[in-house]
């Protein structure tokens, strides 16, 4: 199975080297022993203790030349990563990217993966990548509406590996609702070859899929390709002159063509008449192909080229640079990503020195094929970019509405050559490569623009990076809709449609007790955003900060108790029993063993607070007027956010916020010497606070294990219903609205002038917020449930909830 992220652990396969290796491997355990030992290294807590700066420096000074002999080693492995595949079973490689040794009728040598022999394997886990028959599969998560099937092919290069290339786009269309399988494919001058192979490889994984049960075949099935991959697209909607390609091609409910680039080889490539195709110059490119193919010892350069991974990943993370970790990933990486990625070269080099001239098919035979043989029924949506000199779109658009000859004997209906291509045309923001948007971590904690935009914590880059990601957010918009739309056809098949209209009628409420789950050991920082992390350290380096606020705030922990045990009514078995059972099921649910003391109060306000200062007496208040907003999923939800402050240990910096924002100026201190510092206090504590609070969303995700009710939860406090409506869910459709908000306030503010965002900015300040803004909160949630860390949490953690039935 493919992950998102990458294991800090070093692989077994190191345990069966020989000398040379075995001495790598040495100094990937003693570093795990230094780093786990003798430092306290917490792994994924980002903290290192008993070290010193130097040590630190030093550690980081060793990961990155690691790296660096790490990437020629991962290409000379590249050309015979296929035949490796046998020997790197016994390391156990093949065990982690879940796919099994290759049969002897293989896969075509351009599909970059092996199929799987029988047994099929297990069926794909929501939300998570797994290969099946070697391609990449992305299934919607279990609480969106499936909406159909897209076959993604990539471009040249960057569609070996369309899991990682194109990430960000396949996760947002999974997102929508759109099984995705990722072809992935290696580059040649062959694109006849290249479609039949894709459309081959997508039938076999198709068929699994069916075959296991978990695919309906009334959901439909749309091609979508990028530059090549849109070249490879549009010839299999004409059906590439190959009986798996033609079938294929029936298949199809439509199509989205991506920047389509069918450029000659002397237009792609520069200098290719001038210098490639040179009688003198083939031999030397032959051989350097050759020693690209056969370099010595292809296993053992592999082998050690994930260690060398594992060993930076591994010391990158010591140092508490965990964004970077992450990004450079570890020993499954150069299978998955580096390897596929620089295999492509010799092959390529091979045909240049067998005297390749152009691409196949060239210009003239493209079109011939295109108006001949293209589906005419088949709805086919261009899309182009506005700054992309690359793109061909318009002439492939003039081919598509050139009418075919000879219509009515491809269908055999005279009927038939009355009918026009349905070809729809659209122009959006962006370049040529805004498919391919991924964004870079923060080297530190790993969070990323849309996370750090929820609490105004943006970087001067980050602008760019929302706008890059606008434009990619409109382009899963449009194919998704191009997919809604296109999906209908008359041959008693079930519209996307109709299935999004079945599954809408499943009530968006949290699943019974017996079928959620406990989260077995669950651990504080497994909760916590990464800014919450980063927040809280950076408070923690305050010097004696944790002690003067624990002293400062310490007397009102016990007026605050007496305050509610004289004048709210405590949750318990005698008293709102129900309220107690939930309480207790939401603990157990979140591995708390302490349960808090539970208060309800009389308050007009809707809200939920929780206090816990030293530890002793936590208790969290209820106001009734949430009670009468709320279903009663959305109040466990409520409650679980609550138990979320306590769960991660939020309770001094908690207690020191809500005093702090309560306003400096009600203190009586001297402006000129105490007001400014204070006031920066105020801010930072305000920036925590509202980091904190995406933690407790995840709390709430953690106990609902259904994102649409923390997410009506935070829809209704918003304004989404109020008192007289009652205390009904919200429905799907409203929720899902809401969140596209936040897409149009991310719209709004990178096309704002400096002069507009400056006046946003003061409508917003005054006294620093104590909770995100709602709309990209909503977003924030919504994007972990939708990420494969949730859905491994679960599975991992995940045991039958046996206690506290509701």
Same mark, same amino acid.
């Given at each position: 199975?493919?992950?998102?992220?990458?294991?800090?652990?070093?692989?077994?396969?190191?345990?069966?080297?020989?000398?040379?290796?075995?001495?790598?491997?040495?100094?990937?355990?003693?570093?795990?022993?230094?780093?786990?030992?003798?430092?306290?290294?917490?792994?994924?807590?980002?903290?290192? %203790?008993? %070290?010193?700066?130097?040590?630190?420096? @030093?550690?980081?000074?060793?990961?990155?030349?690691?790296?660096?002999?790490?990437?020629?080693?991962?290409?000379?492995?590249?050309?015979?990563?296929?035949?490796?595949?046998?020997?790197?079973?016994?390391?156990?490689?093949?065990?982690?990217?879940?796919?099994?040794?290759?049969?002897?009728?293989?896969?075509?040598?351009?599909? *970059?993966?092996?199929?799987?022999?029988?047994?099929?394997?297990?069926?794909?886990?929501?939300?998570?990548?797994?290969?099946?028959?070697?391609?990449? *599969?992305?299934?919607?998560?279990?609480?969106?509406?499936?909406?159909?099937?897209?076959?993604?092919?990539?471009?040249?290069?960057?569609?070996?590996?369309? =899991?990682?290339?194109?990430?960000?786009?396949?996760?947002?269309?999974?997102?929508?609702?759109?099984?995705?399988?990722? %072809?992935?494919?290696?580059?040649?001058?062959?694109?006849?070859?290249?479609?039949?192979?894709?459309?081959?490889?997508?039938?076999?994984?198709?068929? *699994?899929?069916?075959?296991?049960?978990?695919?309906?075949?009334?959901?439909?099935?749309?091609?979508?390709? =990028?530059?090549?991959?849109?070249?490879?697209?549009?010839?299999?909607?004409?059906?590439?002159?190959?009986?798996?390609?033609?079938?294929?091609?029936?298949?199809?409910?439509?199509?989205?063509?991506?920047?389509?680039?069918?450029?000659?080889?002397?237009?792609?490539?520069?200098?290719?008449?001038?210098?490639?195709?040179?009688?003198?110059?083939?031999?030397?490119?032959?051989?350097?192909?050759?020693? &690209?193919?056969?370099? @010595?010892?292809?296993?053992?350069?592999?082998?050690?080229?994930?260690?060398?991974?594992?060993?930076?990943?591994?010391?990158?993370?010591?140092?508490?640079?965990?964004?970077?970790?992450?990004?450079?990933?570890?020993?499954?990486?150069?299978?998955?990503?580096?390897?596929? &990625?620089?295999?492509?070269?010799?092959?390529?080099?091979?045909?240049?020195?067998?005297?390749?001239?152009?691409?196949?098919?060239?210009?003239?035979?493209?079109?011939?094929?295109?108006?001949?043989?293209?589906?005419?029924?088949?709805?086919?949506?261009?899309?182009?970019?506005?700054?992309?000199?690359? +793109?061909?779109?318009?002439?492939?658009?003039?081919?598509?509405?050139?009418?075919?000859?000879?219509?009515?004997?491809?269908?055999?209906?005279?009927?038939?050559?009355?009918?026009?291509?349905?070809?729809?045309?659209?122009?959006?923001?962006?370049?040529?490569?805004?498919?391919?948007?991924?964004?870079?971590?923060?080297?530190? +904690?790993?969070?990323?623009?849309?996370?750090?935009?929820?609490?105004?914590?943006?970087?001067?880059?980050?602008?760019?990076?929302?706008?890059?990601?606008?434009?990619?957010?409109?382009?899963?918009?449009?194919?998704?809709?191009?997919?809604?739309?296109?999906?209908?056809?008359?041959?008693?098949?079930?519209?996307?449609?109709?299935?999004?209209?079945?599954?809408?009628?499943?009530?968006? *409420?949290?699943?019974?007790?017996? /079928?959620?789950?406990?989260?077995?050991?669950?651990?504080?920082?497994?909760?916590?955003?990464?800014?919450?992390?980063?927040?809280?350290?950076?408070? @923690?380096?305050?010097?004696?900060?944790?002690?003067?606020?624990?002293?400062?705030?310490?007397? &009102?922990?016990?007026?605050?108790?007496?305050?509610?045990?004289?004048?709210?009514?405590?949750?318990? @078995?005698?008293?709102?029993?129900?309220? =107690?059972?939930?309480?207790?099921?939401?603990?157990?649910?979140?591995?708390?063993?302490?349960?808090?003391?539970?208060?309800?109060?009389?308050?007009?306000?809707?809200?939920?607070?929780?206090?816990?200062?030293?530890?002793?007496?936590?208790?969290?208040?209820?106001?009734?007027?949430?009670?009468?907003?709320?279903?009663?999923?959305?109040?466990?939800?409520?409650?679980?956010?609550?138990?979320?402050?306590?769960?991660?240990?939020?309770?001094?910096?908690?207690?020191?916020?809500?005093?702090?924002?309560?306003?400096?100026?009600?203190?009586?201190?001297?402006?000129?010497?105490?007001?400014?510092?204070?006031?920066?206090?105020?801010?930072?504590?305000?920036?925590?606070?509202?980091?904190?609070?995406?933690?407790?969303?995840?709390?709430?995700?953690?106990?609902?294990?259904?994102?649409?009710?923390?997410?009506?939860?935070?829809?209704?406090?918003?304004?989404?219903?109020?008192?007289?409506?009652?205390?009904?869910?919200?429905?799907?459709?409203?929720?899902?609205?809401?969140?596209? /908000?936040?897409? /149009?306030?991310?719209?709004?503010?990178?096309?704002?002038?400096?002069?507009?965002?400056?006046?946003?900015?003061?409508?917003?300040?005054?006294?620093?917020?104590?909770?995100?803004?709602?709309?990209?909160?909503?977003?924030?949630?919504?994007?972990?449930?939708?990420?494969? /860390?949730?859905?491994?949490? &679960?599975?991992?953690?995940?045991?039958?909830?046996?206690?506290?039935?509701?």
């Amino acid at each position: 199975m493919l992950r998102p992220m990458a294991s800090s652990k070093a692989t077994s396969c190191g345990l069966a080297l020989t000398n040379p290796d075995g001495v790598a491997w040495q100094l990937v355990r003693n570093t795990k022993q230094l780093s786990t030992g003798q430092q306290a290294f917490k792994p994924g807590s980002g903290a290192m %203790t008993g %070290t010193s700066v130097s040590a630190n420096v @030093e550690a980081t000074s060793l990961a990155y030349p690691m790296v660096l002999l790490a990437l020629p080693t991962a290409a000379a492995a590249a050309a015979r990563h296929r035949a490796s595949y046998r020997s790197r079973r016994k390391c156990g490689l093949l065990r982690r990217l879940a796919v099994a040794t290759p049969t002897e009728d293989a896969a075509p040598a351009s599909i *970059v993966g092996d199929p799987i022999s029988a047994p099929p394997p297990a069926p794909p886990a929501p939300g998570r990548w797994v290969r099946i028959e070697g391609v990449p *599969v992305l299934r919607p998560a279990a609480w969106v509406p499936e909406r159909g099937v897209v076959h993604f092919i990539g471009g040249a290069f960057a569609g070996a590996a369309p =899991h990682w290339t194109y990430r960000r786009l396949l996760n947002a269309l999974a997102a929508r609702g759109l099984w995705v399988i990722a %072809t992935p494919l290696a580059t040649a001058f062959d694109h006849r070859r290249l479609a039949a192979d894709a459309a081959s490889a997508f039938e076999r994984t198709y068929a *699994v899929l069916l075959n296991s049960g978990v695919l309906s075949d009334s959901l439909p099935v749309h091609g979508i390709g =990028h530059s090549m991959g849109a070249l490879l697209q549009a010839l299999a909607g004409a059906g590439a002159a190959d009986t798996v390609a033609k079938a294929y091609c029936q298949r199809l409910r439509g199509q989205v063509l991506i920047s389509f680039n069918a450029q000659s080889l002397s237009g792609a490539v520069p200098l290719w008449r001038e210098l490639w195709t040179r009688e003198e110059l083939r031999p030397a490119i032959g051989r350097l192909a050759e020693q &690209l193919e056969a370099a @010595e010892d292809q296993q053992r350069l592999s082998s050690f080229a994930e260690i060398s991974l594992d060993l930076a990943n591994l010391l990158t993370r010591a140092v508490g640079l965990e964004g970077a970790a992450s990004t450079l990933g570890g020993s499954d990486r150069v299978a998955d990503l580096y390897a596929p &990625l620089l295999g492509q070269l010799p092959p390529l080099l091979r045909d240049v020195s067998n005297g390749v001239e152009d691409f196949a098919p060239n210009a003239t035979e493209l079109e011939e094929q295109l108006v001949a043989g293209y589906r005419p029924d088949l709805p086919v949506l261009l899309v182009r970019f506005k700054s992309d000199p690359i +793109d061909q779109t318009k002439e492939l658009e003039r081919i598509l509405r050139t009418p075919a000859p000879d219509m009515d004997e491809m269908d055999g209906s005279p009927a038939a050559s009355k009918k026009e291509r349905k070809v729809e045309v659209l122009e959006l923001g962006g370049t040529h490569i805004s498919p391919n948007f991924n964004e870079p971590l923060d080297p530190l +904690d790993g969070t990323d623009a849309l996370e750090r935009s929820a609490l105004d914590a943006e970087t001067p880059l980050d602008a760019a990076l929302l706008r890059a990601g606008v434009e990619l957010t409109v382009l899963a918009d449009a194919v998704t809709q191009a997919v809604g739309a296109g999906s209908t056809v008359d041959d008693g098949i079930v519209s996307s449609s109709e299935a999004t209209s079945l599954a809408m009628e499943e009530p968006s *409420v949290a699943q019974d007790s017996l /079928q959620r789950l406990i989260l077995e050991g669950l651990l504080a920082n497994e909760v916590r955003h990464p800014l919450d992390r980063r927040q809280t350290r950076a408070l @923690e380096l305050v010097p004696g900060l944790g002690a003067s606020v624990r002293q400062l705030v310490r007397p &009102l922990e016990q007026a605050i108790y007496q305050e509610n045990l004289s004048s709210s009514v405590q949750v318990n @078995e005698e008293q709102y029993p129900e309220l =107690h059972k939930t309480l207790l099921r939401a603990c157990s649910i979140l591995n708390i063993p302490e349960v808090p003391e539970m208060y309800v109060r009389q308050n007009p306000v809707p809200n939920a607070y929780t206090l816990a200062i030293q530890g002793k007496r936590p208790f969290v208040v209820v106001h009734t007027a949430l009670l009468d907003l709320m279903t009663d999923a959305e109040t466990e939800a409520v409650i679980a956010h609550e138990l979320g402050h306590l769960k991660c240990e939020h309770g001094t910096w908690l207690a020191a916020a809500n005093v702090m924002l309560a306003g400096v100026s009600a203190l009586p201190l001297n402006p000129r010497l105490l007001g400014p510092l204070l006031e920066r206090l105020q801010e930072d504590l305000g920036t925590w606070q509202r980091a904190a609070e995406l933690s407790c969303d995840r709390a709430a995700l953690l106990v609902a294990q259904d994102p649409w009710v923390p997410l009506s939860v935070i829809a209704k406090l918003s304004g989404g219903a109020s008192a007289k409506t009652g205390a009904s869910a919200l429905p799907r459709e409203r929720l899902e609205a809401f969140l596209t /908000q936040a897409e /149009q306030f991310d719209k709004a503010r990178t096309e704002a002038s400096p002069v507009e965002a400056m006046l946003a900015a003061a409508l917003r300040g005054g006294r620093p917020r104590t909770h995100p803004i709602p709309v990209l909160r909503a977003r924030e949630l919504k994007r972990w449930a939708d990420s494969g /860390q949730f859905q491994q949490l &679960l599975d991992e953690r995940g045991q039958a909830l046996e206690v506290v039935a509701a």
